[in-house]
């Protein structure tokens, strides 16, 4: 059953970037849009493994720090080679000061 999990708070998370949340034995990516916007994925790079909290973000995306292959992290879905399957998105929320995520 899907639950909402404290993650972190608003002011963690830079305009145009994004934190590592781990949490219960998951890692996932936390990131923050040029609009303000909250969004999470799976925080592993679906190529290889790699936290993507080492990446860069760049507008709406997030390229992995290994390989520089690219996501798009609100729909998850791959850009850029080598990453050819697409990350887990997850609901998110703000409010308080506060995001969540549903997982």
């Known amino acids: 059953m899907a639950q909402w ?4 708070s608003t002011e963690d998370i830079e305009n145009e970037g994004m934190i590592r949340f781990d949490h219960d ?3 996932f990516a936390i990131y923050r849009s040029p609009n303000d916007d909250y969004y999470c ?6 190529h290889e493994k790699v936290h993507l909290a080492d990446g860069l973000v760049m507008g709406d995306e997030v390229e992995c720090p290994k390989h520089a292959g690219a996501f798009d992290y609100r729909t998850g879905e791959a850009l850029r080679a080598p990453v050819c399957v697409n990350l887990k998105t997850y609901p998110t929320r703000a409010g308080d000061g506060r995001v969540s995520i549903e997982i």
């Open 5 to 8: 999990v404290d993650a972190c």
């Open 25 to 27: 034995g998951r890692t």
């Open 41 to 46: 994925t799976d925080g592993l790079c679906t």
